[in-house]
Structure formats: C-alpha cells, structure tokens
C-alpha cells in the first residue's frame, strides 16, 4: 500500500471538504425541492471515489497525483451539475408558484417590493443562466462557466 504524500493528503482533505460544504448541501436543496437524486451527480460522485480508490494501488507519487485531478475534475463536474439542476429546479419552482398564485393580487405583499423583486431576480437570474449556457457552448474557460452557473443558481434562489 501507498504512503501518501502531504500534498496527496491536502488534496484529498480539500475534495472532501468541498463536497461537504458545497455539494452535498447542494444535494439535500436538491431533494427537498424535486424529492430526488439526480443520477448524474450519483456517477460523478461513483467516479470520485473510483479514483481515490485506485490511489491506493501501487501507484507511484505522479501516478496517484493523476488519479487525484481526475478526481478533482469529477468534484467540479458534480458542483456544476449542482447548479445547473438547481436553476432548473428554481425555474421550476418559480412557474409553479406564479401558477398557483395567479389570480392572487401579490402586489399588496411589502407595498408591492415582493412582486418586483421575485419577478426581477427570476428574469435576472434566467438572463444569468442563458449567458452561462451561451458561455458553455463557447467553450470558455472552466472556471468561467463553473462562476456564472453559479451565480445563475444563487440569483435564482434569492426568490
């Protein structure tokens, strides 16, 4: 069996803090509003652990490193996945709560600010998501894409 080096471990400690913080939060949004699981992130996630699996092989110190991005790389696919299901599900959300509450007259809630400002995060927060899409088809940056699906889904959840 492998000793890990200190940077192998820090690196392992940073992906599963991340996934505590940020995914797995992420996840549980996930479920309370859709009352399901996306496989998607099910996989990315079978595939982290596929990797830290394979580092204790009798890899050497590159070998382990490897496995280590390509772990890495599954960690920021499952957060983008994250996002993205969450803007759909936002979107969702949002629809159906403007179905439901049609013939309600929100405008009286907050002297009329809580209509306008649902109404205006929601077409700011599409306008976000179209933008991280168009950015994604260009095939910008990682770190680009990752940023404004990110502030898409955050935008979104302001409502």
């Known amino acids: ?36 699981f996306p496989v998607e992130l099910l996989n990315e996630i079978r595939s982290i652990f596929t990797h830290f699996s394979r580092c204790y092989d009798d890899l050497n110190n590159e070998e382990i490193n490897i496995e280590l991005t390509k772990a890495e790389s599954h960690l920021k696919r499952a957060t983008l996945d994250c996002y993205k299901y969450g803007c759909v599900s936002l979107g969702d959300f949002y629809n159906n709560f403007r179905k439901e509450y049609h013939f309600a ?4 809630i907050d002297n009329g ?14 306008n ?3 933008e991280a ?10 770190e680009i894409i990752y940023k ?11 409502n």
């Open 1 to 36: 069996m492998n000793v890990f080096l200190e940077i192998h471990q820090k690196r392992i400690s940073a992906i599963y803090e991340q996934y505590r913080n940020q995914i797995f939060p992420l996840i549980c949004f996930l479920e309370s509003i859709d009352s399901e």
């Open 105 to 108: 007259d929100l405008t009286v």
């Open 113 to 126: 600010d809580f209509l306008a400002a649902i109404t205006k995060n929601f077409a700011d927060g599409r």
């Open 128 to 130: 976000l998501l179209h």
């Open 133 to 142: 899409k168009k950015s994604e088809i260009k095939k910008e940056n990682s």
């Open 148 to 158: 404004n699906f990110e502030s898409a889904f955050d935008l979104l959840l302001k």
